[in-house]
């Protein structure tokens, strides 16, 4: 059975950082391509990056030079950190694993930037 699991949202003050991670079992996230996702209330799920088996790096323009996106193959785990955050990065993220034609998400984390 494939699992993806998020963890490390939690509250946090803008300009402050979190590390979320996206740990797998019953799939090698290195031979996928990972995406990081989020949807705030009553909005579309939205990219945010993403990281090809070859090493492609993609981001939205409203997260690039802010978060980045890896993988450590070791720990079957891939990550998002997140500095500099603002208020409107408030949302459920998400990770999902894809490699056609097979789509795996995990259940998400909410992350809540506020004062």
């Known amino acids: 059975q494939v699992q993806l699991v998020e963890s490390g949202g939690g509250l946090v003050q803008p300009g402050g950082s979190l590390r979320l991670s996206c740990a797998a079992s019953g799939i090698t996230l290195s031979l996928y391509n990972m995406g990081w996702y989020r949807q705030a209330p009553g909005k579309q799920r939205d990219l945010l990056a993403q990281?090809?088996?070859?090493?492609?790096?993609n981001y939205a323009d409203s997260v690039k030079g802010r978060f980045t996106i890896s993988r450590d193959n070791a720990k079957n785990t891939v990550y998002l950190q997140m500095n500099n955050l603002k208020p409107e990065d408030t949302a459920v993220y998400f990770c999902?694993?894809?490699?056609?034609?097979?789509?795996?998400w995990g259940q998400g984390t909410q992350v809540t930037v506020s004062s």
């Open positions: 999902k694993a894809y490699m056609w034609p097979q789509n795996y």
């Open positions: 990281l090809t088996t070859g090493g492609s790096l």
